[in-house]
């Protein structure tokens, strides 16, 4: 049974920084894709930021430059690291996984959430 756990979610200010992390178990893929994703009230779902297997990543434009996706193989683990905090990138938090190639990820698994709240 595939589990997604994530953690690191927090309220910082304006400008700071959090590291969100999702281990992930229970998956025999030899070829992934890990996503976060994230939703604020009122708005629909939103892709942050995908990492392959391989270790090829692509990021929303929302938070290219700011944000930097991450895996450790060994303890099945993505990592998101957010910098430069905005009052916009306040929301619930949700890694997801699927099977093979992120352009045609299909993502079947999710994890609980984090949430992430950056005040002004």
């Known amino acids: 049974q595939v589990q997604l756990v994530e953690s690191g979610g927090g309220s910082v200010q304006a400008g700071g920084s959090l590291r969100l992390s999702c281990a992930a178990s229970?998956?025999?893929?030899?070829?992934?894709?890990m996503g976060w994703f994230r939703q604020a009230p009122g708005k629909e779902r939103e892709g942050v930021a995908v990492?392959?297997?391989?270790?090829?990543?692509s990021y929303a434009d929302s938070v290219k430059g700011r944000f930097t996706i991450s895996q450790d193989n060994a303890k099945n683990t993505v990592y998101l690291e957010m910098n430069n905090l905005k009052p916009e990138d306040t929301a619930m938090y949700y890694c997801?996984?699927?099977?093979?190639?992120?352009?045609?990820?299909?993502?079947?698994?999710w994890g609980q959430g984090t949430q992430v709240t950056v005040s002004s």
């Open positions: 229970g998956y025999t893929y030899s070829s992934y894709c």
């Open positions: 990492i392959y297997s391989g270790g090829s990543t």
């Open positions: 997801a996984l699927a099977d093979g190639y992120c352009y045609t990820a299909d993502f079947g698994y």
